[in-house]
């Protein structure tokens, strides 16, 4: 009971703190808005090229042509070969006919070339369709496969697919870098408001002192008021971000550009996002004020 009533009275003197220090409580709350906003941004866009990234992954395709006079047994050896594979997600097989029929079926143009197509005369090659487990590896994969008899050619968009990787990599990292950074920066400007707080308030500690107060009595309030100013703090940017995503959402219908470019669900995600932007807040809030009472309170 003695520690609920201790915790208890922590949290009253956080409040009373918070409002009794106003405008410096409205600057670290600032400080904390802005950043967790910025940080918002910063996750949805890195969720959304994730998102992104992952569709193409699974869309990237090695297309195998095979040689033109090929039997059904080399067919069949060549589709061991493949299985045998490591990273080989899936493959389909396609014959020539096959591939006419999807093409000509896609537009009116290829119906009427093709139309009176024989399967002597037929120019195109019978084919295997390829999928990969890790695309940072299909260059492997595509290399190994070009060796296999009877294969001709092997295609899958090499530049693009190297391009793309690499484009993904650094959004990510140049997200994930922004984060870090803007919570270090608050974390800081948190902690050099606390310290002005704790200035303004060196006689009160003096007097809590005096009267036996302990030296984590001391801190702790300051803790709670870093913890409160922090979740004060994402209220505003959780509501931007719940409301703000899901209309953008909602406008878009759930892609951006193309339905190439899926965007990421509205729910959950933004209730997760919010569970994410209160816990940022709150840490940052609390390692504002812890830092600045272990550096700055000489007690």
Known sequence: MKVFRILG?????????????????????????????????????TYNVNNFASLVEKDVTIVV?????????????????????????????????????????????????????????????????????????????????KQFDNVEVVKYGEEMVKQLITVFEVVKNISIAIVIALMVVTAFLISNTIKITIHSRKREIEIMRLVGASNLNIKIPFIFEGLLLGALGSVIPIIITIYGYTALYGHFNGQLFSPFIKLVPATPFVYYLSL??????ILVGMFGSWRAVRKHLKI
């Not at 143009?109 to 197509?117: A, D, E, H, Q, R």
């Not at 084919?127 to 190994?144: E, G, H, N, S």
């Not at 994410?276 to 807040?281: A, N, P, R």
């Open 9 to 45: 009275r922590n949290i009253r003197d956080s409040f009373k703190n918070v409002f009794r220090n106003f405008s410096l409580s409205i600057a670290s709350i600032s400080c904390i808005v802005i950043t967790l906003i910025v940080v918002s941004i910063s996750i949805v866009l």
């Open 65 to 145: 042509f095979l040689k033109n006079d090929i039997t059904d047994l080399e067919i069949d050896e060549v589709e061991d070969k493949i299985n045998s594979l490591s990273n080989i997600d899936s493959y389909v097989f396609k014959d020539k006919m096959e591939i006419t029929s999807d093409m000509m079926e896609s537009s009116e143009v290829y119906k009427s070339i093709m139309g009176n197509w024989k399967e002597d005369e037929n120019p195109l090659r019978d084919t295997f369709q390829v999928k990969v487990t890790d695309i940072k590896l299909i260059d492997d994969v595509a290399d190994k496969i």
């Open 276 to 281: 994410i932007l209160l816990c940022i807040g």
